[in-house]
């Protein structure tokens, strides 16, 4: 089996073969020249966060038309991240308004309060024009 060069080395040569300059990818990309430069030099440890890795190295191939197996697994070991041992953290997200104002909402006749009654008004005027006698409590 083969053993595959680096992926910041693949990416380098396809940016190079296209003529490309890194200021061009990070524009197009959107990821800071930096950090293409890190991935292109194999210093993943220079990128913000771990869990940023696989997103701008597959973005960046993609932009250069490289096809991407798999995660990208050449992450040093001392950046993998490994749980705490013990009990894990528990982390506490306030719920918040994820939508514009005005979006998402229900219609007026999807809402119980309102629809329930109006089906009752118009059960009763339905009985009355039938010449149904309702029982009166």
Known sequence: ?????PIGATLR???L????EISECARA????ER??????????????DPAYVNGF???Y????GVIVDGPVRELPSDHVLTPLPGRPRQVHVRATRATARGTGRRHWWTRPRLVVPALIVAAVVAASLLGVDLPLV
Request: glycine fraction near 2%; aromatic fraction near 6%.
């Open 1 to 5: 089996m083969e053993e595959r060069p």
């Open 13 to 15: 040569e396809a940016r």
């Open 17 to 20: 073969r296209q003529n490309l």
């Open 29 to 32: 990309t959107r990821i800071r």
């Open 35 to 48: 950090y293409l430069v890190a991935i292109e030099d194999g210093r993943f440890e220079s990128l913000p």
């Open 57 to 59: 190295v597959r973005a």
């Open 61 to 64: 191939a993609a932009h250069l």
